[in-house]
């Protein structure tokens, strides 16, 4: 079965670089989360997007923006990087209430 | 106020035997729904289980099942026959209200060790 798509898989940055993470939900999935996990500690939520309308909004950093797309692709894009965004980017996708499915996740380093 | 809580931060369990991990949520919404997500080494989260708020009988998928008691407002995660494979990062999760697109509060997690 069809999973949800990160890219890239691994990104290495500098200090206030900017930096663009992809997520392709599963196929007829209209309902996209992003999430920030730091080593050792929990998923947390920074936004989600349900046809293509922002949908709740968490722990965000304004540096931080994000859409999406008519093909109900989305996109993080992310400014100003500071070394405290190192971290794995989790996209994740549902059709229904019941499910959140979860990509393989982008790992960020920011030197 | 912590939306969920787990106690456990690291568990046994030997191999064959039944494990319970405990999560306790904290909402006043009356529709919300609970997830328990599996993080092996490796990184992926890996969705197991989910229990809707006005769902009368406990969920089960598999060698997983949940244990409801809203009165509580528990949602344990009971593993039977557990094995080798199951050693991982369990985190409790919720989302309140109906919508899809509700954000999700997550527990710290428990780390699960199967002894052979």
């Known amino acids: 079965a069809a999973g949800v798509i990160q890219s890239p898989r691994h990104l290495i940055k500098e200090k206030r670089e900017t930096a663009t993470l992809k997520c392709y939900p599963i196929p007829r999935h209209d309902t996209v989360y992003w999430y920030q996990q730091g080593p050792g500690q929990d998923p947390q939520f920074l936004i989600s997007?349900?046809?293509?309308?922002?949908?709740d909004k968490g722990s965000i950093p304004d540096r931080f923006s994000a859409q999406q797309f008519s093909d109900y692709h989305s996109e993080l894009n992310m400014s100003s990087l500071e070394l405290g965004d190192s971290a794995l980017y989790f996209c994740?996708?549902?059709?229904?209430?019941?499910?959140?499915?979860f990509g393989p996740g982008t790992r960020l380093t920011v030197l | 106020a912590q939306k969920i809580t787990q106690t456990q931060p690291g568990m046994f369990v030997q191999e064959k035997e039944a494990v319970t991990l405990d999560c306790t949520y904290d909402t006043s919404d009356q529709s919300y729904g609970l997830f328990w997500y599996k993080q092996p080494s490796s990184g992926e989260m890996i969705f197991l289980i989910y229990q809707g708020s006005y769902d009368e009988q406990n969920a089960t998928e598999g060698r997983y099942s949940l244990n409801f008691q809203k009165a509580r407002k528990s949602a344990n995660l009971v593993i039977s026959a557990s094995q080798l494979g199951d050693s991982a990062m369990y985190f409790c999760a919720m989302r309140e209200g109906r919508t899809a697109g509700n954000q999700f509060y997550f527990g710290t997690g428990t780390s699960l060790t199967v002894i052979p």
């Open positions: 994740a996708s549902s059709l229904s209430a019941h499910e959140q499915f």
């Open positions: 997007f349900y046809e293509k309308m922002q949908s």
